[in-house]
């Protein structure tokens, strides 16, 4: 084949590829502006009534807010035990470390449905309440390897020394931890974060099975789709969406950006 | 401040690793010791167990007439400049070096200013709000030195500190390095496999191999009278002749060598002299090879050829076959001005007093200078 | 080796610093998933659970067709999906990687991979905007004149393994492109200047040393879309259920907590064995 075909085809290829990939996602933000009340073609106008509509639900805004928290804390009580541990892995000498690590990572490997259905079943079994705490419980499970690992791979050999520096100085182990340790893995720590609240505020089934009364964002479009194709959830979804990338970018631009630079 | 160091009989093992074996040691206060060895010598761990970073085994570490060996290191009167520096990446220099002041609950303008004045003795003052990274190896280096000095120990460690610099920076910091121990008095206790570095900047030089003290002393000592086979090969080119006892009359020693007969100065010994038929090894630096017939008592050799030589600038390094044993080569710095050619022969002659003789075999026939 | 007073102290602190994420995950995972194994194996009488050992429910489970039917739907799905998937995401990760200039690479793989971030939930209801009767596609068509009906495209397999497709293309394109990207241009040098066609070169060279990356792509397709619950519920209407939707249909109306727990523990059996099928690539994209 001639280059110029072969790149003729390349472009035609990703670009029918691209186009499936934000096939959907156009649909959804482009008819959240329907001005009428099917999400569907024909598209009769362009209005913003959706969104006011999301803005005044009232269960809506409290599940967003739900959301948030439950992602917020969530990810800051992983981020903290796995930031511990890791700490304990790569500083210390402990014995069956790597069964240890092993466990600490295997909620990795398991089906969320099915952490899920045995925290239910426990729950359950002692007359616990399903609330927000217990989902957030869930996503702790589901992002403490997630921060394990990635705060553990960034704690270097090289920072041994530098901590030793700390101590010699006087500096106390929490001291060490805190103005040493935490400082010099703050772009780890951050991307660990960032990605658990990513996580946290898009799942479903833990958050699903293990709230009642108080439930998350999903769980709450879950409960509008019975209702069929409404405007009103493309509004509710786009802004998911939204909140999602807004997320990521801070993390590219946060984290990513600041990791590229020498120390 | 600065305080003595007394370590006693410390072992050091890493399983079935022996780092560290039976090593005493006194250092006194204000003493600028350099610990040298190959690597795997046992002077890092040496260091470490006097820092804190490690316990011995067995043994024990006094500083200032204190037990220290259980001590940590945040509450030794040591502190360490590690050979990475160590620096913290997040912080400026000036929190850099008023970290350890920080950390005694200093107020934060004192801080500040003592930082700055630990950052003034090392010329970086004016750098003082920048970070680590934005600064070259040499300017890291100081930035270390001023962390380590600012907290005021009674003794500083300093672990191979030179040893990421290129050659002229490091003859440069080696100079600084004295100049500011003179000024702050405080012990040092300075690791590094480089016996010019050694040289240039020690009170005394231990030298380490094996886990084991092989010579303590001057640096005129170790080099010029070395205490043994070791220590002489490490501090610079020699050559090794083993010799036999023949006897020994009106303070002069009588040796038989592959050369001929010899007459030492008994002083050349450096242990007591062995009996008649006792094997030593005479240790010859080949700048001390002289032209035969020189003023000094001097010890003839024999003849040599040339095999080989090259011009260093500052002599002519030749090796050289004695006629008297043509299976020895020997190495010999010829004056500047000589012209030397493969094939010449040349009487070979030894200043007396500065031969040395060792009660030891060498573990091969020739030295294996650095 | 002895250990000396300092060294106990340090191990008393470690000890201390893994403690919280080890009782965390032994008292929410394991603990859990070790009652949820032993609740598969009790019964339910009078909708409680009753604590007495039996074998009942994996019998029902290879005993009752519609119960086998869910896991063999599951593994048909899985396998179309990650096959199709695979196939669709190896050339667009060849293009970002071989064809994008360097300095644009990292933005076509962000946007290659952005709809990945949109919520499970979200991303299953747009396809359904697009797949169902009225939607864009059979609006499409029907304008088109290409057909005269709407197809039935959402509540049924298709739109399943749309809905999945879409998914994992994204996320194989992703790790194949992260495999790409490493190799050396080298190699393809190396066999162009032994007389390699590009043809030979990708199906002797390029393609082994890109297996670890497919083999870690469809190992994580596998688990994630066996297990997912939300796009067939979706997309794929009540024809045709797939295991997990099964294990959630035990929940809701017959609230059969020991026959959902057998039902995790062989759907946690079977992406055990894809696990140790696909191990050595997964342990040798890990050295």
């Not at chain 2, 009167?77 to 990446?89: E, K, R, S, W």
């Not at chain 2, 002041?101 to 709000?129: F, I, W, Y």
């Amino acid at each position: 084949m001639p280059r110029q075909l072969q790149t003729a085809f390349a472009i035609l290829y990703a670009g029918v590829l691209y186009g499936f990939i934000f096939l959907p996602v156009v649909v959804l933000v482009l008819f959240s502006f329907q001005d009428g009340t099917l999400p569907v073609p024909p598209l009769h106008g362009l209005t913003l009534h959706w969104y006011g509509e999301i803005f005044a639900d009232r269960k809506l805004m409290a599940a967003l807010g739900n959301s948030l928290l439950v992602a917020v804390i969530s990810s800051a009580v992983a981020c903290l035990l796995g930031f511990l541990a890791a700490y304990a892995f790569a500083r210390y000498r402990l014995p069956a470390s790597n069964l240890q690590r092993a466990l600490i990572v295997a909620p990795m490997t398991v089906s969320t449905l099915i952490i899920a259905l045995g925290l239910l079943s426990v729950f359950s079994r002692l007359d616990i309440q399903l609330s927000l705490w217990t989902v957030g419980a869930g996503h702790v499970v589901i992002n403490l390897p997630l921060c394990f690992a990635i705060i553990y791979a960034s704690m270097g050999a090289h920072q041994i020394n530098i901590e030793r520096a700390a101590r010699d100085l006087g500096a106390r182990d929490w001291q060490v931890m805190l103005l040493v340790t935490a400082p010099m893995l703050m772009p780890s720590i951050l991307a660990a974060f960032f990605l658990s609240v990513t996580f946290s505020w898009d799942e479903f089934i833990i958050a699903f099975l293990l709230s009642r009364f108080d439930v998350t964002l999903p769980v709450e479009i879950w409960s509008m789709l019975r209702s069929g194709l409404d405007p009103k959830t493309n509004a509710i979804g786009s802004v998911v969406f939204l909140m999602s990338v807004v997320l990521l970018f801070m993390l590219e631009l946060i984290v990513l950006r600041k990791s590229g630079k020498p120390s | 401040m600065t305080a003595d160091v007394s370590i006693r009989n410390a072992t050091k093992d890493f399983g079935s690793f022996r780092a560290l074996n039976d090593v005493s040691l006194e250092i006194s206060a204000g003493e600028f010791i350099v610990l040298l060895g190959p690597s795997g010598c046992g002077k890092t761990t040496l260091l470490s167990i006097l820092g804190g970073f490690l316990e011995p085994t067995s043994g024990t570490v006094l500083i200032g007439g204190r037990d220290m060996t259980h001590v940590a290191a945040a509450r030794r009167p040591t502190t360490t400049m590690f050979q990475d520096y160590a620096l913290f990446p997040h912080m400026s220099l000036l929190d850099n070096v008023g970290f350890g002041l920080r950390m005694r609950g200093l107020a934060r303008s004192e801080r500040h200013r003592k930082a700055l004045a630990h950052l003034d003795l090392v010329g970086l003052r004016m750098s003082a709000s920048r970070k680590p990274h934005e600064l070259s190896g040499g300017q890291r280096q100081r930035v270390a030195l001023a962390r380590a000095l600012a907290v005021d120990p009674d003794v500083l460690l300093l672990d191979e500190p030179l040893g990421a610099l290129d050659l002229k920076l490091r003859r440069q910091m080696q100079d600084e390095l004295k100049a500011i121990q003179r000024r702050v008095g405080t012990t040092f206790v300075h690791v590094t496999h480089d016996q010019e570095e050694a040289m240039a900047i020690a009170d005394r030089i231990v030298v380490m191999n094996q886990g084991r003290i092989e010579d303590i002393g001057l640096p005129t000592d170790i080099y010029m009278r070395p205490r043994s086979l070791f220590s002489a090969g490490f501090m610079g080119e020699a050559n090794f002749l083993p010799a036999r006892i023949i006897g020994a009359a009106d303070g002069e020693v009588r040796v038989e060598t592959a050369l001929g007969e010899v007459l030492l100065p008994a002083a050349a010994f450096a242990a007591a002299v062995p009996p008649a038929g006792g094997r030593i090894t005479l240790c010859i630096r080949p700048e001390h090879f002289r032209p035969a017939g020189g003023a000094e008592a001097s010890v003839a050799l024999g003849r040599a050829s040339i095999i080989d030589s090259a011009f260093f600038g500052g002599h002519h390094r030749c090796h050289l076959r004695p006629e008297a044993a043509p299976d020895m080569i020997l190495t010999a710095h010829l004056p500047q001005t000589a012209q030397p050619r493969t094939g010449d022969l040349i009487d070979l002659a030894v200043a007396a007093a500065s031969v040395v003789a060792l009660a030891e075999a060498p573990a091969s026939t020739q030295g294996d200078p650095q | 080796m002895t250990v000396t007073p300092l060294e106990r102290a340090e191990q008393r602190k470690a000890w201390g610093f893994a403690l919280p994420a080890l009782v965390w995950t032994t008292a929410f995972f394991l603990f859990p998933f070790a009652y949820m194994a032993a609740i598969s194996l009790w019964t339910r009488s009078g909708g409680k659970i009753v604590a007495t050992w039996t074998l009942d429910n994996y019998a029902a489970f290879f005993g009752k067709s519609h119960l086998l039917k869910a896991l063999l739907n599951s593994l048909e799905v899985t396998a179309i999906v990650t096959v199709i998937s695979i196939l669709l995401a190896y050339p667009l990760a060849w293009i970002i990687a071989e064809r994008v200039p360097k300095r644009w690479q990292r933005m076509a793989l962000i946007m290659a991979i952005l709809p990945f971030w949109t919520s499970y939930v979200v991303r299953s209801y747009s396809w359904l905007l697009v797949l169902s009767k009225g939607g864009v596609v059979n609006q499409t068509l029907i304008w088109a004149g290409l057909v005269a009906e709407p197809l039935q495209l959402s509540a049924s397999r298709t739109g399943t393994v749309i809905g999945f497709v879409h998914f994992f293309v994204m996320l194989l394109t992703l790790t194949i492109y992260a495999n790409l990207v490493q190799l050396s241009p080298n190699y393809r040098r190396a066999a162009a200047d032994l007389g390699a066609s590009g043809l030979q070169t990708f199906r002797h060279v390029i393609l082994p040393l890109t297996l670890p990356g497919i083999m870690v792509g469809a190992f994580l397709t596998f688990v994630l879309c066996i297990g997912d619950y939300i796009t067939p519920q979706i997309l794929g209407g009540n024809n045709e259920l797939l295991l997990p939707q099964v294990i959630m249909l035990q929940l809701g109306r017959r609230a059969d907590f020991p026959m959902a727990a057998a039902l995790s523990l062989v759907l946690m059996a079977v992406v055990t064995l894809a696990y140790l099928f696909c191990a050595r690539w997964l342990k040798m994209e890990r050295t």
